[in-house]
C-alpha cells in the first residue's frame, strides 16, 4: 500500500524515474570499466578527417569511419588537430565535453527551479540525471560530438523560453553538425517566436558562408551526396534490420514484421502517419504555457527523429531539456506517468549482447534471454523509451481537446 500511495504522487514518481534514471548511467560506467574497457571511440572519425582537410579536400570515407557532418563543424576540430596527437586531443575533448555536461546539468536544474516548486532533492536528482544517466556517460567515454551538439540545443530552448531569443542561433549552429535539427523550425513558427526564427537564419546562412568560403562550395555539394546516402541507408533494413541495429525509428520494427517488403517503402508512410499526428497535437495543445510548449518540442524532436531512416540512439540526450521539465510540470496524472515510465526506458540503453553479458555473469541468461531476445530484437530500449514519451504527448493532446 506504501508502495501504491508513493507511485501515485508525481514528485516522487519523478524522482524515482530520476534516480533510476542516474543508477542506469552507474550501471553503464561499470559495465564499460568491467567488461568492455576498451569502448569503441567516435573521435578518431572527427580527428582524422580534420586532420586530413588541412592538407587538401575534406575526405568523408576515413579508415576510421564515415564523416557525416557539415564541413563548418571541421573548424571545431581543428585546434585538435593542429596542436595535439590524437590520445592527447581525445583526453582533452573529454575533458571539455564533461566540463560542458556539468554546466548544462547545472543551468537545466536552474532553469527547472525557476519554474517549477522543486525541492532541493528535486534539483539534486536533475541535475545528476543530466550528467550521469547513460546518455551523457557513453556520450563522455566515446569521445562523442552528440554531447556539445544537444547541449547547443537544450540550451538554446532554455534562452528562448528566458524572452533570449538569439538561442535560436544556436540551433542554427547544432544545424550545421547534423542537418535535421534545421526542421525543429516547425516548431518555432508553431510559437511564433519570429525572433528567434530571424536569429537562426543569420547564424545558419552566417555559418555557411564561412564554411564555403574556408572550404569552397564543392565540399558542400559533396557533403550532401555523401550525408544524404548516409542517413537514408536502406540497405541495412532489407530481408529485416539486424537485431542489434541501434536506429530509433519505426523503419527498424517493420523491416523486423515485414522482411520482405522492400524498406524504402515504409518512409513515406512513416512520413504521412508521423506528419498527422504531429500536425494533430500542434493544433489542439495551444502555446500559452510552458508545459505545452515543452510538449509541443518534445513531439517535435520525436516525429523528426522517427521519420529519419537512421536515427541514432545516442542521440537522446537531445530531449533532457522539454522532457526533465515535463516530468515536474505535468499535471495530467496518466500522461506523467507515461514521461516517467518512458524516461526510465530510455535510462537503459543496453542491447541482446550487453544483456547476455550481464545476466551470464549473474547465472540468469537462459530466463533474462527467453525474454530480452525478442524484446530487443524487434525494437532498441530507447525506442521503446521514446515511443512511450510520444504516447504521452498525444495523451497530452487527447486531454487537452477536452478542455
Known amino acids: 500500500m506504501k508502495l501504491i500511495s508513493v507511485l501515485s504522487n ?21 559495465f564499460f570499466t568491467l567488461l568492455r574497457p576498451n569502448p569503441p571511440i567516435t573521435f578518431d572519425v572527427f580527428y582524422y578527417a580534420a586532420k586530413q582537410s588541412m592538407s587538401g579536400p575534406i575526405v568523408y570515407e576515413t579508415e576510421y569511419g564515415l564523416w557525416t557532418y557539415t564541413p563548418a563543424s571541421l573548424l571545431y576540430f581543428y585546434p585538435y588537430a593542429i596542436l595535439l596527437d590524437f590520445n592527447s586531443a581525445l583526453l582533452f575533448h573529454r575533458v571539455i565535453s564533461m566540463i560542458i555536461t556539468i554546466l548544462y546539468g547545472a543551468a537545466l536544474t536552474n532553469f527547472i527551479h525557476a519554474h517549477t516548486s522543486t525541492k532541493r532533492i528535486d534539483r539534486v536528482a536533475v541535475f545528476l540525471f543530466s550528467i550521469a544517466s547513460v546518455y551523457p556517460v557513453v556520450n563522455i567515454i566515446n569521445g562523442s560530438f552528440v554531447g556539445i551538439f544537444s547541449t547547443f540545443l537544450g540550451l538554446g530552448w532554455l534562452l528562448m523560453e528566458s524572452k533570449r531569443n538569439y538561442g535560436g542561433a544556436l540551433w542554427a549552429l547544432a544545424s550545421i553538425v547534423k542537418g535535421y535539427p534545421a526542421f525543429w523550425g516547425a516548431y518555432m513558427i508553431r510559437v511564433r517566436n519570429w525572433r528567434a526564427i530571424l536569429a537562426a537564419a543569420g547564424a545558419g546562412i552566417g555559418s555557411t558562408v564561412v564554411g564555403v568560403f574556408v572550404f569552397g562550395i564543392d565540399a558542400y555539394f559533396r557533403f550532401f551526396t555523401v550525408a544524404g546516402e548516409s542517413r537514408v541507408r536502406y540497405e541495412m533494413f532489407r530481408g529485416g534490420a539486424s537485431p542489434d541495429n541501434e536506429a530509433v525509428t519505426p523503419l527498424r520494427a517493420l523491416s523486423q514484421l515485414f522482411p520482405n517488403i522492400d524498406p524504402s517503402l515504409w518512409t513515406p508512410l512513416i512520413f504521412v502517419v508521423v506528419s498527422c499526428i504531429t500536425i494533430l497535437v500542434y493544433y489542439t495543445i495551444s502555446t500559452d504555457s510552458l508545459n505545452n510548449r515543452a510538449t509541443l518540442l518534445l513531439v517535435t524532436i520525436l516525429s523528426v527523429w522517427f521519420i529519419m531512416p537512421t536515427s541514432q540512439d545516442l542521440d537522446t540526450y537531445i530531449i533532457y531539456a522539454p522532457l526533465l521539465t515535463l516530468l515536474f510540470l505535468e499535471r495530467n496524472q496518466w500522461v506523467q506517468s507515461l514521461y516517467v515510465l518512458g524516461t526510465i526506458i530510455i535510462s537503459y540503453n543496453f542491447g541482446r549482447a550487453e544483456l547476455r553479458a550481464v545476466s ?19 525494437a532498441t530500449m530507447p525506442m521503446w523509451g521514446l515511443l512511450t514519451l510520444y504516447v504521452g504527448c498525444i495523451g497530452k493532446a487527447y486531454y487537452c481537446s477536452d478542455y
Open 10 to 30: 508525481s514528485q516522487q514518481r519523478t524522482r524515482i524515474g530520476l534516480f533510476l534514471g542516474v543508477f542506469g548511467g552507474i550501471l553503464t560506467a561499470a
Open 360 to 378: 551470464e555473469l549473474l547465472g540468469i541468461s537462459d530466463l533474462v534471454m527467453l525474454i530480452g531476445e525478442p524484446v530487443l530484437s524487434f
